[in-house]
């Protein structure tokens, strides 16, 4: 009995003595005045705080990763998807628009004209769907933990990627099928890339923004995509437009930019889109900066409303 | 001051809840409603402006002029009933939401911990979760990589890590969170009601895990129910009541007051017009704070507007729960003449588990009149019997007395 009690006693003494044993180190101390953060309400237009969403960057990539992770999870065809949606589109056009309505395709064969645009397009509009509702579906974690809310919306423009290089594989294909060589305007494509990813992000920071409060949106985005995709030359060419001015004024829409651009760098077409490329990518900045500054003001609402 | 890990100042959260729907009262009210609500959502929307939505125009302080401060390494506790602003407070703290009014300075690195296992996804593996929520939490890559072993063997889940999270079941997820959410190392930690977290081993475990951070110097602010979970950690503790500050101290008796419910007023006296009762107090030191084992006194004036012949008095003892612990009573045969009295009522030691308790003292005419009797006058008094003691609240019963255990070990034949 009493050396029971002993023993107790010595095990007591032990785990008192092991946090010594083990000191805490002083730099929190140091470290303490360097972390200042003042919590107040933020009224009116507030900072993009850039800064903090770079410290963030391994949310961001995690995040991403695991939407393309779970993307094809528990589906038949898995990856197979991001082709489909691009080829079976084209099989369509090239069908309807291409054979029976005899649409000019810039001289080149029709089947490969408009994937060279419908792969960008899928990226671009799956990357503005999937950023409008990202918020909305990230409410348990809005709810729960702070970050830069941003994050959400960007993670899941970047996971798009994925699926646009695999398109672009099959874009690769058919070019060499049609023996089509790309000329070295090549170099151009991931400034084109980033043109499409800074309008999808544009346009989903201002969807999502206002998707936390209206769920309106969620039934506006096909009908959008829809709109936005007959009105950039996809099906058609945007030399139909022979006035010069309306032509690069039809750049006002980003992706018209992004979708000639891509014709011209890898198929050659003969449109040069120098002035439309200009006008496209100031949308496509104007669309970022506007969306940025709205998320970020309506911001501090996620919260508590989504 | 430089110690000072968060400092809050004047604090206040106004959240616009649904009000009451306006009746229409014409037709055409609904329809130009009906038809101007769009524009008008949508202009608010364009402005910036929330809860545009519902129309929401009810308004609720959930927080209000709230301050205190805590300094580095200090453990404090967070207590209330539901809906007095505990998790709006944290929720400002961890800039999950930002105040309406007043600010907070925070000294450090905040992480918080409002929920186990933010963020986990059903199809991924539980190894895939840890790196997800240890990133959603705060922690960098190489830190999860560092911690990665020490959190499996915490949630206890080494053979099924890598089997996606929606076949776990449902303790097992919860296990998996806590053990990341149990490694975070920041300078400040917030954490609300997340101990309740699988069965009662792992819960121990938690709080271990729980003391252990509070012990190693780091700062933590800790919103909970569970008292003795709070007494166990917690050296001072908050207690919010309607979004509002109304104690900041001691735990013991951020405690007992959280459990009277009232900060100041501990007796509540309804009179009838003929007599009141008045200037009550209890115990040695009339706080209404008694020991388990000490017997005390009751002591009150009655006040009478008029004679009164024949009364009975009653004393009727109520538990938390509102159950009847011991319903007392005396007749008196004497006229109580017009005036003050000094009523004194000693009783022995009663050994009630500690708790609060409504003491309810009654006064009635004794006629033999059928019918119901009349109260004169009555009073209930909110109590602390029995002084907190941890070993009590381990004990199940009603009652906790001292008593002699006399075993004969000498066998008989």
């Not at chain 1, 889109?273 to 900045?285: R, Y």
């Amino acid at each position: 009995m009493d050396s029971e009690i002993v023993q107790d006693l010595m095990t007591e003494v032990i785990v008192e003595e092991q946090p010594e044993a083990v000191p805490t180190p002083a730099p929190r101390a140091e470290l303490a005045p360097a972390y200042h953060l003042r919590i107040e309400p933020s009224r009116g237009w507030v900072s993009l705080k850039l800064r903090e969403l770079w410290e963030y960057r391994e949310l961001l990539y995690f995040l991403t990763w695991r939407d393309v992770k779970v993307r094809y999870k528990q589906t038949v065809l898995g990856a197979a998807w991001a082709i489909i949606q691009p080829l079976m589109t084209m099989v369509v056009f090239s069908l309807f628009f291409g054979n029976l309505a005899k649409i000019p395709s810039d001289g080149i064969p029709y089947p490969i004209f408009s994937y060279a645009a419908l792969v960008p397009w899928t990226f671009f509009a799956n990357g503005m769907g999937q950023s409008s509702n990202s918020l909305v579906g990230a409410a348990n974690l809005i709810k729960k933990i702070y970050f830069p809310r941003l994050v959400i919306p960007i993670s899941s423009v970047i996971s798009g990627v994925v699926d646009f290089a695999l398109a672009f594989v099959v874009l690769l294909g058919m070019m060499l099928a049609y023996g089509i060589v790309p000329t070295l305007n090549v170099v151009f494509l991931p400034f084109l890339l980033l043109l499409a990813f800074v309008t999808a992000l544009g346009v989903g920071m201002w969807l999502s923004a206002m998707n936390v409060q209206f769920r309106d949106v969620r039934y506006i985005i096909p009908f959008l995509t829809q709109f936005w995709m007959f009105a950039t030359p996809i099906a058609y060419p945007s030399s139909l437009i022979e006035n010069d001015l309306l032509r690069t004024l039809y750049g006002l829409n980003p992706m018209t930019g992004v979708v000639e651009g891509f014709r011209w760098a890898l198929l050659d077409t003969d449109t040069a889109p120098g002035p439309i490329l200009l006008v496209s990518t100031l949308a496509a900045i104007g669309l970022l900066v506007s969306g940025a500054y709205y998320f970020r003001r309506m911001e501090k609402t996620f919260a508590d409303v989504v | 001051m430089s110690n000072v890990a968060v400092r809050v100042e004047n604090l206040g959260k106004l959240y616009r809840i649904g009000g009451k729907q306006e009746r229409y009262r014409t037709l055409r009210d609904t329809l130009t409603d009906a038809f101007a609500a769009p524009f008008r959502r949508a202009s608010s929307l364009l402005r910036g402006q929330a809860y545009g939505a519902a129309g929401l125009r009810e308004e609720i302080w959930a927080l209000k002029d709230v301050s205190f401060e805590v300094r580095h390494g200090e453990v404090v506790g967070i207590i209330g009933r539901n809906g007095a602003g505990k998790s709006t407070l944290l929720k400002i703290l961890s800039r999950i939401t930002e105040p309406t009014e007043g600010y907070a300075d925070v000294y450090g690195r905040v992480g918080s911990l409002l929920e186990v296992g933010t963020g986990f996804h059903p199809e991924l593996t539980g190894r895939e979760n840890v790196y997800l929520n240890g990133a959603i939490l705060g922690m960098s890559r190489e830190e999860i990589d560092r911690k990665f072993d020490e959190i499996v063997a915490f949630a206890e889940i080494e053979r099924f890590i890598d089997t996606p999270v929606k076949h776990y079941s449902s303790g097992m997820g919860l296990r998996l969170g806590f053990a990341v959410a149990a490694h975070l190392e920041p300078e400040i930690l917030v954490v609300d009601e997340v101990l309740a977290v699988g069965d009662a081993q792992f819960q121990k475990k938690c709080l271990g895990k729980m003391s252990d951070v509070a012990g190693e110097g780091r700062t933590v602010l800790f919103v909970s129910h569970n008292m003795a979970a709070v007494r166990n950690l917690c050296e001072k503790t908050a207690l919010l009541e309607g979004g509002l500050l109304s104690f900041l101290g001691e735990t013991s008796l951020a405690i007992h007051k959280y459990q009277l419910g009232l900060s100041d007023s501990q007796s509540q006296a309804t009179s009838y017009g003929v007599a009141e009762f008045t200037n009550v107090s209890i115990g040695k030191n009339g706080n209404g704070t008694v020991e388990l084992d000490e017997s005390f006194e009751v002591r009150c004036l009655l006040n009478c507007h008029a004679d009164i012949e024949m009364f009975r008095l009653y004393c009727i003892i109520r538990d938390g729960n509102g159950e009847v612990v011991a319903h007392l009573f005396r007749r008196h045969l004497e006229i109580l003449k017009r005036g003050a009295h000094s009523l004194r009522i000693q009783f022995p030691p009663l050994w009630l588990r500690p708790g609060v308790y409504d003491l309810h003292f009654k006064l009635i005419p004794d006629s033999l009149q059928i019918g119901p009797r009349r109260i004169l006058s009555e009073i209930h008094i909110l109590s602390v019997l029995g002084k907190e003691d941890l070993q009590a609240e381990l004990c199940l019963g009603k009652l906790i007395p001292t008593v002699q255990w006399r075993i004969d070990f000498h066998a008989r034949e």
